[in-house]
């Protein structure tokens, strides 16, 4: 649920998207440098687990205490956020970017906005109240997912396509997460909510890594440590942290445009640092998918005005 703010958090607000749009944008990037060098499960595991150490320490510091944080909002919400939003979607997204370049593991994981709105319709029963616009984008955002992948992957190896449908599953995961957080009302312990989340789905990683064995190919290297200390500060500690800050106080449409600006940054960083590149084709999946963003969350923007009047 979203509730009403008073006049001085629009600022906050503005400066929490501009996190989530830089510092988001950044990480398919670190991603890809990272899963160069260490197994995906290890990369994501080892992030998500000492961030989550981290946001403990300083919840604990900051004065919050675990009495204010009800074992039932753990249960019911930490956990299945952890497992969905950490565990899985960022697990997928990792085991996929060891063959999907950075830009393109953005713009598909760009979709994720598609899906929240998409979700919240069926999840909530909005149906009824879902304007034409949206719809009309929905099904053009998949037209674009369609125009970006479809003349690729028949001629490219499994290993690819394989890692193109983990990042589509990532994002569906990634939208899950999100509606199911916004059927709770925010926590009064963010840090600590936040650290519960990561060291849970952080820990389901790195049990995956173990079962898997994927301990006997990881070796410290300066490439591994640089990606997942980057990943950890500024991708989990920080953008993670104001994401479940921004939740609960904003629409799912609007929080979609995170997914709207990150592609755009990934692009031009994986070009800057990597060389990546697109082809025509590429940049034409990118524009509708893109113009199909704007159009669902202009839809969605103007019913709730429509609706406040």
């Known amino acids: 649920m979203t509730e009403d ?3 001085s958090h629009p600022r906050r607000i503005l400066f929490a998207y501009l996190v989530l749009y830089l510092v988001w944008g950044s990480t398919y990037l670190g991603i890809r440098i990272g899963v160069m060098s260490w197994p995906p499960a290890i990369l994501a595991g080892l992030r998500f687990t000492v ?3 981290i946001l403990l320490a300083l919840g604990a510091f900051r004065g919050e205490t675990w009495r204010a944080l009800p074992l039932s909002w753990i249960l019911r919400c930490g956990l299945p956020m952890g497992t969905l939003l950490i565990a899985i979607s960022n697990g997928l997204l990792c085991w996929g970017e060891q063959w999907v370049p950075s ?3 953005a713009l598909i994981g760009a ?4 899906w929240i709105v998409g979700l919240e319709t069926v999840w909530m029963r909005r149906a009824a109240r879902i304007p ?3 719809w009309l984008g929905l099904i053009l955002g998949l037209l674009g997912v369609g125009v970006l992948l479809g003349t690729h992957l028949g001629r490219l190896n499994p290993a690819y396509r394989t890692g193109v449908a983990a990042i589509l599953a990532a994002s569906f995961f990634w939208a899950l997460g999100t509606v199911w957080g916004r059927r709770f009302a925010r926590s009064e312990t963010p840090l600590l909510s936040s650290g519960v989340q990561m ?3 952080g820990g389901l990683l790195l049990a995956v890594a173990t079962t898997t064995g994927d301990w006997a190919d990881w070796h410290w290297n300066g490439q591994g440590l640089w990606a997942v200390s980057y990943l950890c500060l500024m991708g989990s500690c920080l953008a993670y942290t104001v994401y479940l800050w921004l939740i609960p106080r904003t629409s799912p449409a609007r929080i979609g445009t995170i997914s709207y600006i990150n592609p755009v940054v990934a692009v031009v960083l994986g070009w800057l640092v990597l060389g990546e590149t697109l082809d025509g084709i590429q940049l034409l999946g990118m524009g509708v998918i893109l113009v199909s963003i704007f159009w669902v969350i202009r839809a969605d ?3 709730t005005q429509s609706v406040s009047n």
């Open 103 to 105: 830009n393109l593991s």
């Open 5 to 7: 703010l008073p006049a």
């Open 199 to 201: 060291l849970w789905g």
């Open 132 to 134: 034409r616009g949206s």
């Open 51 to 53: 961030a989550g150490g």
């Open 111 to 114: 979709t994720s906005a598609l």
């Open 301 to 303: 923007r103007s019913r």
